[in-house]
């Protein structure tokens, strides 16, 4: 097998040589996933944690990255993988860091120890491993959670949804954050079998990937505090009007609704860990010391992403005007306009989404 050294931030590594990325090096090293990789070593460095599991760990560099900026943490790469591990430990010499590399099933794995911090990033859906993750993380740790599955999440599949998450996911204008949110609704639900809260801190969409960190806290009073903002979503596909709780008929067209079951409505992040997030980077006049300003997949600073999904929590779910001005043909306006018009907030999840506490029928009327 021919071999290639490449580098990411501080992190030298060994991988196979690829002409371009497939299923097969994507178990080695996915150059796509970097920018979670800065966003989250970021994340780790506030947190602290002084036990990390990193369960899949490829080639390592996500396991590598959090070791090299926690020197007194224990950090673990495990990869079921044998041939993988192999890759992960020399890559560990290689950059001269002290881990541990295991080579077990990712549910064994946790189940025989406790962390502080739990980095579940498989290849497709991770609800194969929440109960374990909540059996494992200690009180007051994180649980990190990847799902690459968005197909189905944001509607394209909703019966493999609906198996894999408790919830049929449904097309929307807005099918990005639904798929978020099915998620954290999942992880939400899991972790409250056992009595625990698991409180959303910082989660976000990327044009593959659904990723949310969640804190643990212990106490049915907690889980429960979570589980009543759940409710069921009601929405018309022919109009775009949608509405918290079931209403059979719409009320702005007429027709007759399409129901989201119940589905975590609070908040997906937390302000206040935003704004620690945004002053560990030094916010966007020092992010370039930090980590590089742009990101290919995104072309977006971090800061950007981060005060964007900060600023858009306490709304309701988003709106697309473009896909709102299709169903009921209205031609777009700039949306700076539509931002003031609307008392509105940019969000994330699209360029050309709103979030906004107006009713549809408000913004049809701002782009008459």
Known sequence: ????????????????????????????????????????????????????????????????????????????????????????????????????????????????????????????????????????????????????????????????????YGIKSLRTDFSKEIGLRILISAAIRNFAKYDLAFKPIFSYYQRHYFRIFGKIERGAGRADKLLKQFSYFSYCQKCGWRKEGISEKCEFCGRKTN???????????????????????????????????????????????IRRVRDEQNFPLYFDIHKLCKLNKKQPKKMVILLEKLEGKRTHFSETGIKTKKNLEDILESLS
Request: glycine residues 4%; charged residues 30%; aromatic residues 6%.
């Open 259 to 305: 129901l989201i079951q119940e589905i975590y409505l609070g908040n997906f992040a937390s302000k206040e860990f935003c704004n620690q997030i945004l002053k560990e980077i030094g916010g966007s006049t020092e992010i370039d010391k930090i980590l590089p300003p742009k990101v290919k997949e995104t072309g977006t600073h971090i800061s950007s992403l």
């Open 1 to 164: 097998m021919k071999l290639q050294t490449i580098k990411e931030r501080e992190i030298k590594l060994s991988i196979p040589v690829e002409e371009k990325l497939t299923k097969r090096m994507d178990v080695f090293y996915n150059p796509e996933m970097k920018f979670d990789r800065d966003l989250s070593e970021v994340i780790v460095k506030i947190l602290k944690p002084k036990k990390i599991c990193d369960l899949f760990c490829a080639s390592g560099v996500r396991g590598l990255r959090y070791a090299s900026i926690l020197e007194d943490s224990e950090v673990v790469l495990n990869d079921k993988n044998p041939r993988v591990v192999e890759f992960a430990r020399k890559n560990a010499e290689l950059n001269k860091l002290k881990v541990r590399i295991e080579n077990k099933d990712a549910n064994k794995l946790v189940l025989e120890e406790r962390f502080d911090f739990i980095d579940i990033d498989p290849f497709g859906s991770p609800i194969y491993f929440l109960d374990s993750a909540a059996k494992s993380i200690r009180i007051g740790g994180t649980v990190a959670i990847t799902a690459t599955d968005t197909a189905p999440l944001c509607g394209t599949s909703p019966l493999t949804s609906l198996r894999r």
